[in-house]
């Protein structure tokens, strides 16, 4: 492994590069490979490969204790988790959720034709900021979809309060915090539902996949028959459903992955120690912390440059690249500078300054399962050299 003193040492400045093999943001987690191929062969022999089978329902119920929840209902993704209880939870107009978030949360809105309205972020969580929230409110508002950014809780009882001042559903869009906590309480059973994503890159994966979660027995009945197109028994359809069914193989690895997760997290923990000590001795940038009264996934390694070398974001990305050590801007620029908000709401941004700011100076680094131990220090060599090259 090279040593990284000064900017001529960089491999975007023509040295070597620090690691033979890309290094992925999500490389997936992935737990016991002999027990995956053991329920393999059982979905093999029972013929069951999707449509509510058995180990959906495991998984399910599983879920759904661990997270002390009454309901869990599972998905083909996340976006499709968020498309039906947006769906079930009868939301129509005009939704409040954040722009700083991945084009998802957006997306399910507006293919249901309710129109996403942006809200600004707090600077200290990168989460909806309730007096934004408020000022966004219209009488065509129907909800409000706070994100637990980056794992870190969204300000759940302030968003509450609003959403009952006003008699607004609110929903979370959980993508990002499974396994994590709020008060004591795990994520999944705050306001009308929780929509997680189990997608390969997240901390708990099923291959692609997702769920919702809720204690509300009538809203998961819908969830329920909306995720099979509508179909109470057979040839009966009671609501305009669509397929956001869970294959089996998906639950399958979601079974393996669920006994490996407190090794995952941990693992991801001591990542981030390595992060935040490597890291600690820069002035130009900030590792993002967690509340010791929350807890975490350490699921995303987020750094925010000081806006002093803002300008310089992409330089220091692109060192990183060189290194292989693929760094994200993580969710740059916003939904509301992507299509077709840009479009739609040209002047969004206007009311968005915190969002555009904090799009402008993330940098998110690498962790997982398979992260070589020695990638915080690297990072932190380049982060520190990349400024002078
Ligand atoms: N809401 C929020 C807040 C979300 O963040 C997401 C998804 C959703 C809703 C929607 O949930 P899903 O419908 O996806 O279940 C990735 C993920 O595709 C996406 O799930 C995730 N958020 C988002 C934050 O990240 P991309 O476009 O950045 O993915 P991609 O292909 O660039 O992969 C990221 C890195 O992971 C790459 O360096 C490659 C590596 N990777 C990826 C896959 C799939 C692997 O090493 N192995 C793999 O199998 O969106």
Redesign the pocket.
Known sequence: MKTIRNASDLAINGAPPAFPEPI?????NLGDRERLLAYTAEIYDRRWLTNNGPLVQELERRLADFLGVKHCVAMC????A?EIAIRALGLEGEVIIPSY??I??AHALHWQAITPVFADIDPSTHNLDPDSVRRMITPRTTGIIG?H?WGRPAPIEPLQAIADEHGLALMF?A??AFGCSHGGRKIGGFGRCEVF??????VFNTF???AVTTDDDELAEALRLMRNFGFKGYDNVVYPGTNGKMPEINAALGLVNLESLPRFVNHNRRRYQDYAEALSPLGHLRLLQYRSDQQPNYQYVVVELDRSVAGLRDKIVAALQAENI?A?K?FWPGCHRMEPYRSLFPHAGLLLPVTEDIASRVIVLPTGNTLPPACPAVCAAVLKSSRDC
Not at 24 to 28: A, E, I, L, S
Not at 77 to 80: E, I
Request: net charge positive.
């Open positions: 992925h943001v999500g490389r997936p993704n996340g976006t499709v968020l978030t991945f998802a949360t994100v950014l869009d993508a990002h994503s189990f997608h390969a890159t997240k692609e996949g997702g693929l994200r993580y």
